[in-house]
């Protein structure tokens, strides 16, 4: 499964509206100090490849379609996406989407295959992310459900990384209870970063999530699906001159 509102570029995912929740407390950085820009970056295919393969392969073990199909079935995707954008619990999920499934499929082999899209996570692209907290404010903005983000932790911490090492903010939607491309979890994420649209970078690979920071003056930039980069990079900061 992929981007939470979860989908690699173009899909239509939005979340349905809900009421915007407190965010969690900041944390002890203080984000009005020399580095005035602020670099935002979405996580699943953006840090985090992902194998849209495998993730169909595992949908269709447990009788549901591939993932580009299950984003255009008006059953499915309601269900999927509350699911992966962290907004509902594991046992809803299971319940909403079993009869979908094949009879019988347990509620850890749909939660299993539900994680397949999770691949790979390039060591110089850490690297890179963590070489930027110098110079600009940087923060993960993900639509993500709970499960995700433990084992991209996990896979993390194998290579000698945690989310701290990269990052001075993390904004994850299964905590704030709210997905982009919801405007009002940007405004939450500005406010406490204490940033402007006009000094801010956005980096997401799913279009409308682009085109929705960009309605709020946000440099946001459309980029292919696990192609960030140094070079990519390079070229998103030159949007700061």
């Given at each position: 499964?992929v981007?939470?509102?979860?989908?690699?570029?173009?899909?239509?995912?939005?979340?349905?509206p809900r009421?915007?929740?407190?965010?969690?407390?900041p944390?002890?950085?203080?984000?009005?100090?020399k580095?005035?820009?602020t670099i935002i970056?979405?996580?699943?295919g953006?840090?985090v490849?992902?194998?849209?393969?495998?993730d169909?392969?595992?949908?269709?073990a447990?009788?549901?379609?591939?993932?580009h199909?299950c984003?255009?079935?008006?059953?499915?995707?309601?269900?999927?996406?509350?699911?992966?954008n962290g907004l509902?619990?594991?046992?809803?999920?299971?319940?909403?989407?079993?009869?979908?499934?094949q009879?019988?499929?347990p509620?850890e082999?749909?939660?299993q295959?539900m994680?397949?899209?999770?691949?790979?996570?390039?060591?110089?692209?850490?690297?890179m992310?963590?070489?930027?907290k110098?110079?600009?404010?940087v923060?993960?903005?993900?639509?993500?459900y709970?499960r995700?983000?433990?084992?991209i932790v996990?896979r993390?911490?194998?290579?000698?990384?945690?989310?701290?090492?990269?990052?001075?903010?993390?904004?994850?939607?299964y905590e704030m209870q709210?997905?982009?491309?919801?405007h009002?979890?940007?405004?939450?994420?500005?406010?406490?970063?204490?940033?402007?649209?006009h000094?801010t970078i956005?980096?997401?690979?799913?279009?409308q999530?682009?085109?929705?920071?960009?309605?709020?003056?946000?440099k946001?930039i459309?980029?292919?699906?696990?192609?960030?980069?140094?070079?990519?990079?390079?070229?998103?900061?030159?949007?700061?001159a």
């Open positions: 499964m981007k939470l509102q979860y989908s690699p570029s173009g899909y239509d995912t939005s979340p349905s009421k915007s929740h407190t965010i969690p407390p944390s002890t950085f203080h984000m009005q100090d580095r005035q820009k970056l979405d996580l699943v953006v840090v490849n992902i194998n849209l393969e495998r169909d392969k595992a949908l269709r447990i009788g549901l379609p591939d993932f199909s984003m255009h079935n008006d059953s499915l995707r309601p269900i999927l996406l509350e699911y992966l509902t619990s594991e046992e809803t999920f299971c319940k909403l989407i079993r009869p979908y499934c009879p019988g499929t509620d082999d749909i939660l295959a994680d397949e899209h999770l691949d790979t996570i390039p060591e110089a692209r850490l690297r992310i963590a070489g930027l110098d110079r600009y404010n923060c993960l903005l993900t639509n993500i709970r995700a983000w433990d084992i996990g993390m911490a194998v290579m000698g990384f945690s989310p701290d090492d990269c990052f001075h903010r993390l904004f994850l939607s709210m997905a982009k491309p919801d009002a979890i940007y405004e939450a994420v500005m406010s406490e970063m204490g940033s402007e649209p000094n956005f980096i997401d690979d799913t279009l999530n682009v085109l929705a920071a960009k309605e709020l003056g946000i946001a459309h980029i292919e699906m696990n192609t960030l980069d140094e070079s990519v990079m390079h070229d998103a900061v030159q949007s700061f």
